[in-house]
């Protein structure tokens, strides 16, 4: 375990519990950042792909954005809501409204 500093030890117990909930706040604050931005690697109609915690990959398009979690519709129509840094786009992930037409030129 860690040892105090020495200035920490002359602090009153309501004093520790206020520095701990400060901590505690930073910190989920902190985790929510990084979601949001692993969140940026994908878009609504992205293709992803995750492990499921039985050992399972798990594939399906991402529909919804969340606070910490992104939600993933199966093909099966299974929903999960998955953290974003467990999920891995798939080679076609480029979503349907990205996608480029093609244009024949040799007409």
Known sequence: MM????????????ELRALNHA????????????????MTRFQRGCKVEFWSSEGDLIEGTVIKFNKKTVSVLTEEGTQWN?????LTRTADAIPPAQEQEV????E
């Open 23 to 38: 901590i505690v706040d930073h910190l989920k604050q902190r985790r929510a950042v990084q979601a949001r931005m692993e």
């Open 82 to 86: 998955v953290s974003p840094s467990l």
């Open 103 to 106: 244009i024949d030129f040799d």
């Open 3 to 14: 040892e105090l500093p020495e200035s920490l030890q002359k602090w009153s117990d309501d």
